[in-house]
């Protein structure tokens, strides 16, 4: 049996497990119909807070990850009329 990849599953970095710059931090990732925890560096090695959302973007081990993370997209502006 294998595990389904993480690569492209969405998650949030969890409460204790912030990434800091050139750091290690955790996520949980739902992935393959449950939620998995992982190691993750920023893929950017910048820094990503806690309870961001992220994607993951490649897996380096069977549970470290680099990730990215997910900006809100902005509702359009409504012209005035």
Do not use: F, K, N
Not at 30 to 37: D, L, M, P, S, Y
């Amino acid at each position: 049996m294998t595990t389904p990849s993480p690569v492209g599953c969405h998650g949030r970095v969890t409460s204790t497990g912030a990434i800091r710059s050139g750091r290690t931090g955790e996520v949980m990732v739902a992935v393959g119909g449950g939620v998995q925890a992982y190691m993750a560096r920023d893929a950017d090695g910048g820094a990503i807070d806690a309870y961001d959302e992220i994607a993951v973007v490649e897996q380096v081990a069977p549970r470290l990850v680099l990730v990215t993370r997910l900006y809100e997209q902005s509702q359009p502006e409504e012209s005035p009329q």
